[in-house]
């Protein structure tokens, strides 16, 4: 049979943003799948270094709408790693609650995403629906529905008002509630289940070599989690890290599932915290010293990344942001391949990528002026090899 | 009588009758599917604004492309689903076949999707090659089972292939709903019809998150207009098929009327609630469904029925 060429995107309605998916079938069954990156001209890294530290958290913080705390966390994480400053007991608990309120809502946002794009238009809608009060909550705690420019270097801006507790609790009650339900119904549902079931399996070993992250990684028994292993501030809670074996597009769905539940917990935790926790919620950083640091953070896709060096003065030198789909996209290679067209769609969808996280770079062109497009990972490694250099 | 046939085929049970039913059905299937989303839904004429607005807009052709094919196919599936649609009214409600039967109305509906997979396969667009040998597989596997839920009513009515002659078996027995094989009949008939309109679980041809509403990709304007007004028809047409064969067909008095519209909402209803309650399948496991579980079952059910169950 003759192999004949899909193009998936770089417009398409299964995907929120702008991606291309070379795919190669045969009848319906995929032979090869090419990713191309590079659709969206950010050029965050290059803004940043023209903003002062304070500023560069609420950029970064545009990086994504969906996991709009992530990159700051990552990004004061890195700031702070410069100087070792240490930051109030306050504003971690702070950081933790607005951080797993996002993954809450994150999380919500994917499996409703899995519906629409599977056909099932009322569980996208009524998932939404439950989304909703995360929201709503979140306005009431940092007073924006995203976008909470809650991050400082230092701490937070904003304090937690204890009022709030009994507010937010029923909220939790809610959500968990209606994710038992969910949980519930895919079990029930023999069509749904036959839809995500063994679909797209993504082997622990694939995880390991393509670099995987996340409730991706997560999914297929590898078991990371930047919260319990390289902890900033999630030290004082307990994390319970949620690992499946099977690596298909179920077992993410489930992952998923029990995170947000997981995450109801970690805000209980938190809010238990906060009567017998009080203080300053912001360490006074007068400058930052020359020297370079790392953050990490787990976000609602999986680790993200962000390097910052500084020469002393106001401004990042070099800002550096790896966010967790630029690693979780290659894996397609692995696990799409042999599947039916119809069940590729669930794959790509299913690593809950974000392609405006993963995509910073500004046009690429050789030097007669074309488009570059598939050595972006050597050019990625050779600006690797010179800030080393630079460094050394 | 002449004059007859037209004003039967272009207003009352025919293509106009049909088409203003049909897009007010839609809005319906549009409104009570908001309502189990928590939405609001679209106003009552949304439909009839949509086809309107269809009809002003630019049709664009493709280059290289054998279009007179490209053009006919809406049309020509527009015009079966009137024409069958006339043949089914005039028998539920004057009990005077236009010289139309039973085995008539399946080969139109075939070359309904006969005329979608011509439409779609001229374009030469990919997705819209895919939803054609989407909808080919689809047309294989729903077509046995619609025979065989034909066939169940045919020998339940006394080997009758004739329209009015069902109905008038059913008006002095009782509706063939009321025995088993009927009722196998009934249940498969409603998942065929939901495979013939591709709605949920079973719209893997036009799937809009894979390939982009397939087989209509490339449709523009007036054509795409056609296409909708042929899908909205089909709304009654498969329904009211549905009460003609198993629930006795709907009689010309007052009562009769509301008993019919019942029927017709009850149907309706039923389709809507499964599209909503279902994600789509994929095209092996609805070829699977049909062949292995609708198709055998609608087979006990013919054997049932020629026991006289």
């Known amino acids: 049979m003759d192999k004949c060429r899909i193009p998936l995107g770089p417009f398409h309605p299964l995907l929120e943003e702008a991606e291309f998916f070379d795919i190669k079938v045969e009848g319906e069954k995929v032979v090869d799948i090419d990713m191309e990156i590079g659709w969206m001209h950010r050029g965050h890294e290059k803004i940043s270094e023209s903003k002062t530290f304070t500023q560069s958290i609420f950029l970064v913080e545009r990086i994504c709408g969906i996991c709009s705390t992530s990159h700051p966390f990552a990004c004061v994480n890195a700031i702070e790693d410069i100087d070792n400053i240490e930051i109030p007991e306050r504003a971690k608990y702070i950081r933790i609650l607005i951080g797993e309120l996002e993954r809450i809502h994150s999380h919500l946002l994917w499996i409703g995403l899995a519906g629409h794009f599977i056909g099932y238009d009322t569980v996208w809608m009524w998932v939404w629906k439950y989304r909703e009060p995360i929201l709503q909550l979140s306005e009431k705690i940092t007073g924006n529905r995203n976008h909470y420019a809650m991050f400082r270097v230092g701490g937070v801006s904003r304090d937690f008002d204890n009022a709030l507790i009994p507010v937010v609790n029923p909220v939790l009650d809610e959500v968990q509630k209606k994710m038992e339900m969910l949980v519930g119904v895919v079990n029930d549902d023999p069509v749904l289940k036959s839809r995500l079931k063994g679909v797209g399996v993504l082997t622990k070993e694939d995880a390991i070599d393509y670099c995987a992250v996340g409730p991706t990684a997560r999914a297929s028994g590898y078991d990371i989690d930047v919260r319990r292993d390289d902890p900033t501030a999630y030290e004082l809670v307990d994390v319970n890290v949620i690992v499946t074996p099977n690596g298909d597009v179920f077992d993410k769905f489930v992952v998923r599932v029990l995170e947000v539940i997981e995450s109801c917990k970690i805000i209980r935790q938190c809010l238990k915290a906060f009567p017998k926790v009080q203080g300053p919620i912001i360490n006074n950083v007068k400058e930052i010293s020359p020297g370079e640091g790392i953050g990490r953070y787990e976000a609602p896709r999986g680790e993200v990344f962000h390097y910052i060096r500084s020469d002393g003065s106001n401004r990042p030198v070099r800002h550096k942001v790896r966010a967790p789909s630029y690693s979780n996209i290659p894996t397609y290679k692995a696990s799409c391949i042999g599947l039916p067209l119809a069940d590729v769609l669930i794959t790509l969808a299913a690593v809950d990528p974000c392609y405006c996280c993963t995509e910073r770079s500004v046009r690429v062109l050789d030097n007669n002026g074309k488009r570059l497009n598939k050595n972006l990972l050597a050019l990625s490694r050779g600006k690797t090899e010179r800030i080393r250099k630079e460094i050394l | ?309």
């Open chain 2, 1 to 309: 009588m002449i004059l007859n046939y037209i004003l039967y085929s272009l207003i009352f049970p025919g293509l106009l009758f049909t088409l203003v039913l049909g897009l007010v059905v839609g809005w319906v299937e549009r409104k009570v599917s908001a309502r189990v989303q928590f939405r609001v839904g679209p106003p009552f004429l949304q439909n009839f604004y949509d086809i309107f607005k269809l009809f002003g807009k630019e049709t664009i052709l493709i280059k290289n492309s054998p279009y007179v094919i490209f053009l006919l196919a809406p049309i020509i599936a527009f015009a079966t689903v009137a024409l069958s649609s006339t043949i089914l009214g005039t028998a539920t409600f004057f009990h005077s076949g236009i010289g139309g039967d039973l085995i008539l109305i399946i080969y139109l509906l075939v070359i309904y999707s006969v005329c979608v997979i011509l439409g779609a396969s001229s374009t030469g667009n990919i997705y819209s090659s895919t939803g054609a040998s989407r909808e080919i597989k689809l047309l294989l596997s729903d077509e046995l089972a619609f025979i065989l839920v034909a066939l169940i009513a045919i020998i339940k009515s006394g080997y009758q292939i004739n329209l009015t002659g069902i109905i008038s078996y059913q008006a002095s027995n009782g509706a063939i709903i009321g025995s088993l094989s009927g009722i196998i009949a009934f249940i498969i008939g409603i998942l065929v019809i939901q495979a013939k309109m591709t709605l949920q679980p079973f719209d893997i041809p036009e799937a809009e998150t894979e390939i982009v509403d397939g087989t209509f990709i490339e449709y523009s304007g007036p054509l795409l207009a056609f296409w909708k007004m042929a899908h909205y028809m089909m709304f009654v047409l498969l329904p009211m098929l549905l009460i003609v064969l198993f629930l006795g067909g709907i009689k010309l008095t007052v009562w009769g009327i509301i008993a019919g519209i019942l029927k017709y909402l009850v149907i309706v209803v039923i389709i809507i609630l499964i599209k909503n309650t279902n994600p789509r399948v994929r095209i092996d496991s609805a070829l699977n469904f049909f062949w292995k579980y609708a198709s055998p079952i609608a087979f006990v059910g013919v054997i049932l029925a020629i026991l006289g169950l």
